[in-house]
Structures are given as C-alpha cells and as structure tokens.
C-alpha cells in the first residue's frame, strides 16, 4: 500500500498549525479563482493531537492527489458541532463531508440530515464490508442503509505505570502487565498496587464531577462484558438485565469503598493523578497518549479489564458522513470517496494518537504493529460495546452525563447499587419518552 510520508509531531506542528488556527476561527484556505481543482468541503471536531494528525493527513492527501483540494474547517466538539450539523444538512447547505461519532448516527436524522453512502463508489475507491471490524460495520447502517464509513474505535482502555506495576510485581518477563480475568484476579491485582504505594488509592478514574461520564463509560463496560443490553432489539423500551447491572455497580462501589480506587476525582484530576505518579492505573479512553508521552510519564496500555465474561470496552468511533445535499456534482462526490478511501486505508498513521482503526488491513500493517503502546489493546476492535441505536445515545449525549450522575454516588457510596441503577432507568424512561429532535422524513419531503 503507498500511503502517506511517515507523519511525527514535529513534522505536523511545522506544518499543520496554521491551517488548523486559520479553520478553528471560522476561516478556510479557498481554492484559488479559475483553479483546476475539485474541492472538497470537510468539517470536523478534531482537536489537540488529533487534528493535528488529522491536518497532515489532509496534507499528505493534497500531495499525492495535486488534483484536489480539501478545505479544512474544524468546528467545536459536542453539542454545538452536531447542532450545526443538522441546521446545515436540514437546509441542504451542507459541506461535502464530514466526522462524526458513529453513535450519534441515529440521534442526527440519517436520511434527512444525512445522505446514505453509495457502496458502488465506495467500492469503486478500493473499501468493502469485509475489511471493517464486523459489530462497527454493522453499526454504520440504519435500517439496513449505509450512512457512515468508520474510520477507527476509542475505547476505554487501561493505562498504567510501569514503574510501580514493577514494584508491585504485577510485570511478566515482557515487562508487560499480566492480563487479569474476573473479579478476583483484578482486586489482587489492585490490592498489591496499593500496597506497593503506601496504601494510596491504585486506580483513578473520571468518577466525579458536573457532566462526568466516566461511570457510564466504566458500567457500559463492565456490563457489556456480561452481555447486557440497554434498550429492545426496536430500541423502543428498556432491557437492563438487573442482575448483570447491580453485579457491575457492586463491583464499581467496592472499589470505592476498600480505597482501591478514589470516588472523589474529577477528569483532569484522574489524569493529573496518573500523570504524576500519584496512581498505578487509570481507566480512560485511549485518547491520553500524547500527553503522557510528552510528560514523560512511564507507562504502558492494555485492555480494559476483562471481568465480566467477555474483554467488551465501552466505544465509540469516528466515521464520515454526507450531510445531506439537494444535489451533489459527481466531479466532487468521487473526490471525496477518494479522499475517505485514503483516509481510511492510512489509518495507521491517525493511529498515533491511540485510536484503534476499524479498517482491519491497517492492523496488521509494520507502521502500526510498531506503535508503542497503540497496538497493545487492538484485538479490542471487534468487541467493542457500542450505543443502542437511539436519538439520545452517543458522545456528548444526555444519556451518558445522565448515568454518569446516577452512577457518581454509588462510587463514593453515598447511593446504593440498587438507587443508582433506579436512578438510571428513570433517566433512561424520560429519554424514550421525549420526542426525537429529529424524525425521519420521506426523501420526497425533503429533496
């Protein structure tokens, strides 16, 4: 495969920078007047490492594709990027294309904010069904339609410090953590970690704070392993097993309550504890590496725990998306097949900063196998535990801050397993009950 130069920080800060300041205040880098170039209208959240990368990816692209050029807007993450988004696509002003979180497919008005990708062209640019990770694949489609093609997963993995796992002879003869299975196994494991620090608190997390998510995404983790599902098969009621949720959140408020973990940090705290030597373990999403890297902290990843029956992590992925146009120029339209193909089948090199590539050829690739720690927890990549397929699921979602906040306290112990997981399903009952924001529409409504 030819793909791009090999692309470093310094490479990228040297030449990247000013494109992303230039797209993050609104501005773009037009083509210029009597051009002979197909431009391309991308908008994304990107930001810090990752648009960083992604900017020399864009780059790379314009080199060996002289003939295009991609106009580069990056936009703000969360809510008010989505909110954009659907105004853009509802109007039919919409960019050529554009990132999302795959588990926000549903919520967005695929089919009315969203155009369905054209497998023929796909194909034609060199991507099939058969190079993606299965249970992603298959989330990219809604009712049997394609409307995103994945670019990678960020599920929660599990960082930890050498250097005390050293001291808490909790390394293999790889210098390796040694993989842990089950409930038992992971408290040893914890426990010789805080012995080994003085008693301190081994295992940081987001667990606290004003629109925390960390306990959803530690829950949706651990009850995913089980096999537990949110919503029925028509994502139209709940279908919480009991048993399988209360056995995750015992085993979340155990760690709180024999100090093998502390209930009482917020996000940037977790990190900072983690950062600092302060923690032997963080469970995080793989996002943190080029901060850590550039701390210098020492440390290695893994998996996410495996306790509950199956290695499952909560994910979420990036994928491309058509916002939806009343008509789109063919000239343009196969250029930006063209340029999600390169994209995609490059994805070891977006691969740097720790985002696993749905496309399973790059997995495989000598480029990514060599990235340390980023390869360590691929095989995670077809068990990920995605969203249900609901309007109010996905990053930045009402859901996930809302069990974020039912789950908080039964960390630190001030609810019970019992309350949380009631506290829970009734956020989960007022969400299936509140209108779509965004309701399918027939084609003919809205061409």
Known sequence: ???PPHINRRHLLGGGLALIAAAASGCALPVGFGSSQ?????????????GITMNGMVNAFGKENPDVFVEENVLQWGEPYYTKIAMAGA????????????????????????????????EEAGLKAADFSPPIWER????????????????MVQYYNTDVCEKAGLLGADGKLRPTTGVDELIAMLTKAKEAMGGKPPLTMDALGLGTVGPWRVWYSLY?????????PDNTAIAIDDAKALEALWLMQRLGQEGLCDPR??????????TNGEAAFLWNGDWEITGLKERGTPFSMTRFPSVFGSGAAQADCHAFVLPHQRSRDPEIERATYRFIAYLV??????????????????LEEPDYLALDPQSEYRSVITEVALDP???FAGSASRMWIEFGEAFSPVISGERSPEQGLAAAKASLNRLLSAPNPFPAEDAEERS
């Open 1 to 3: 495969m030819h793909g």
């Open 265 to 274: 940090t917020d996000y940037g705290a977790s990190v900072a504890k983690f």
């Open 140 to 155: 990219a489609h809604l009712d049997g339609v394609l409307y995103a093609v994945p670019l990678d997963a960020h599920p």
């Open 224 to 232: 995913g392993q089980s096999g537990g599902t949110l919503l029925t």
């Open 91 to 122: 109007g039919g002003r919409s960019p050529d294309l554009a990132t999302f979180h795959l588990a926000r497919l549903a919520g967005i008005g695929a089919g009315r904010i969203l155009d369905p990708i054209d497998t023929k062209l796909l």
């Open 38 to 50: 197909t431009r391309i209208r991308y908008w994304h959240f990107l930001g810090a490492s990752d």
């Open 389 to 391: 397929q609901a309007w």
């Open 345 to 362: 089948r490059n994805s070891a090199d977006w691969a740097v900063a720790g985002h696993v590539p749905a496309y399973l050829p790059a």
